[in-house]
């Protein structure tokens, strides 16, 4: 019998990754999905299987991180060996927006899962893996960021998060129960959500690219980031599940990135290069130069640059909204601990990330402009 685990945050794109990752390891997977009024599911489609089918090994429950009752009933019914915590409101900036949700749901959800297992009897039966983050290092004390290194949360979100942090410490010292926090640094692939900044820059690329879109507008773009790829990091969660003794683990690549750079990264993927002017809120990069042959070769043939584009034009510019009433300016792990203990190395760098990101959102925005043209132009577009 393979082992059993169940995932909150299942349709994310953490849960996606991970459910497609225990699932090749032979895992029975149970994953908690809200109810919503249009379908949710589909990072998870392509493992959907039907309630008829028997045997199943990917199932899904209806569950919300801030209802103890139903998360109590579920974790009941599945008896789970491993439970991975990676539901959250994830986003920073909406936390500001929505505090007290975020710490219901992030902070207090946390409490729930691990009391249930204790009230439950399971504590010597399940695993829990929190989803901790980078963000609990906020306004940095020292670089890079250590498990050792001191937490000073900057936004609503990174303050629940740290409720979740602690109250996973107590329990494993109070009552023995095998959990463990994951600090992960920023993690990011074609399965994002389009309002992260990696997502939303390697969509409006290809937008632009496709005469979609005519400008890029960010928030402060000199903000640095130590991105890995979602799919390196899920394997880190299992692993630090499948240690005897539970503890604490900074993932992340030691690679420090700004956004800025990103932005000209993300850019030359398809033979355009920026120049970046001004400062501050003028800030703006204009298209400097177009590489055509790559151009035609990343985009394709039928989109022509010299009819999209202009050198010259103001590509990328900044818009306030974006900004953060407070900011988290440098983030860079230091995962010694988790190549040393799990064995735990990265395979992508930050170009192979960015090259797949971008080029999987071309092929989906030729998908959309085919969609929305009614589909009628030339299947070529789902080339
Ligand atoms: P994500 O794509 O935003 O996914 C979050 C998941 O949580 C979604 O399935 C979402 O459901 C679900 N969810 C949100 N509120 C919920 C609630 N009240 N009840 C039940 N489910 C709820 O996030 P991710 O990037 O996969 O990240 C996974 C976890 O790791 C999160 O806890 C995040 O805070 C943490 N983390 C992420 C990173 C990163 O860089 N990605 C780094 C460190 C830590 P819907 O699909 O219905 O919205
Ligand atoms: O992509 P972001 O929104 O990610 P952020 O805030 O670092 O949080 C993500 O990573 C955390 C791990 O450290 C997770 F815990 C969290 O759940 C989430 O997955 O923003 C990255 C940086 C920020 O400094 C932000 O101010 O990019 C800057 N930025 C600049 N312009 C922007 C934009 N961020 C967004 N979302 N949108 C912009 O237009």
């Known amino acids: 019998m393979g082992k059993v685990a169940l995932i909150t945050g299942v349709t994310g794109q953490d849960g996606a990754y991970l459910s497609e990752y225990l699932l090749k390891l032979g895992y029975v997977v149970h994953g908690i999905k809200r109810r919503s009024s249009l379908f949710n599911t589909e990072r998870i489609d392509h493992l959907y299987e039907d309630p008829h089918v028997e045997n199943r090994n990917f199932i899904l429950h209806y569950g919300d991180m801030t209802d103890s009752l139903n998360l109590t009933r579920i974790i009941q019914e599945v ?176 690679v420090t990135t700004s956004v800025r750079d990103f932005v000209r990264m993300a850019f030359s993927e398809v033979g355009i290069t920026l120049q970046f002017e001004g400062c501050g ?44 009433p407070t900011e988290v300016d440098l983030l860079v792990g230091d995962a010694s601990k988790a190549r040393n203990v799990l064995g735990w190395e990265p395979e992508y760098d930050l170009a192979m990330m960015v090259k797949e990101m971008v080029n999987a959102d071309i092929k989906l925005m030729k998908r959309d402009a085919f969609l929305q043209a009614g589909g009628y132009k030339t299947l070529k577009y789902f080339e």
């Open 79 to 254: 008896q789970p060996d491993e439970i991975y915590n990676l539901a959250a409101m994830s986003h920073v900036k909406v936390s500001f927006d929505t505090p007290e949700y975020a710490a219901n749901a992030d902070g207090l959800g946390t409490l729930r899962i691990l009391e249930a297992v204790r009230l439950l009897g399971l504590t010597e039966k399940t695993r829990i893996y929190q989803a901790s983050t980078s963000e609990l290092y906020g306004w940095v004390r020292e670089i890079p960021q250590t498990e050792k290194t001191p937490f000073y949360p900057r936004s609503p979100y990174a303050v629940a998060k740290l409720y979740g942090y602690w109250i996973v410490v107590n329990y494993r010292e109070a009552y023995g129960m095998h959990a463990s926090n994951g600090i992960l640094f920023n993690h990011e692939s074609p399965l994002r959500g389009e309002t992260f900044v990696t997502r939303k820059i390697t969509r409006s690329v290809s937008k632009i690219a496709l005469g979609q879109e005519k400008c890029l507008y960010l928030g402060n773009m000199s903000a640095k980031r130590d991105w890995g790829h979602a799919k390196d990091y899920v394997r880190a969660m299992h692993a630090i599940l499948q240690q005897e003794k539970p503890d604490d683990y900074v993932i992340a690549t030691g």
């Open 281 to 324: 809120i003028e800030e703006k990069a204009v298209l400097q130069s177009i590489d055509e042959s790559l151009f035609i070769e990343t985009v394709g043939s039928e989109y022509l640059p010299s009819i999209q584009l202009r050198l010259g034009d103001a590509v990328v510019a900044v818009d306030s909204r974006y900004f953060r």
